[in-house]
């Protein structure tokens, strides 16, 4: 399972960035996705998840509203559209991803991709 995260830059507070994670070497439409972030100094944290077909998605609180999580199976790709971005959004963001056995969303992932850098400017 190989995941590709892209899409990250620097952006001014407020803007928008839209990041992009491509999977292969699995059969992605059974596979949960989700996105997290890892600051300088912190810990990774939970951002967004979906459901293996997408009707169930969550969000952390310091997200919810901004930040919307998608898929398109038939590309093996997930998006994590990014607006109203603030200084404390800045991170590395990855995506992950977990077979999955029914449409749910999940907090343990088994596969990681290597990240992207996303900076917020204030």
């Known amino acids: 399972v190989q995941l590709q995260a892209s899409g990250g830059g620097l952006v001014q507070a407020g803007g928008s960035l839209r990041l992009s994670c491509a999977a292969s070497g699995l059969t992605f439409s059974v596979y949960a996705m989700g996105w997290f972030r890892q600051a300088p100094g912190k810990e990774r944290e939970f951002v967004a998840a979906?459901?293996?077909?997408?009707?169930?998605?969550y969000y952390a609180d310091s997200v919810k509203g901004r930040f919307s999580i998608s898929r398109d199976n038939a590309k093996k790709m997930v998006y994590l559209q990014m607006n109203s971005l603030k200084s404390e959004d800045t991170a590395v963001y990855y995506c992950?991803?977990?077979?999955?056995?029914?449409?749910?969303?999940?907090?343990?992932?088994?596969?990681w991709g290597q990240g992207t850098q996303v900076t917020v400017s204030s």
């Open positions: 992950a991803a977990r077979p999955a056995f029914s449409d749910d969303i999940y907090d343990e992932y088994d596969y």
């Open positions: 979906i459901s293996r077909s997408g009707p169930s998605r």
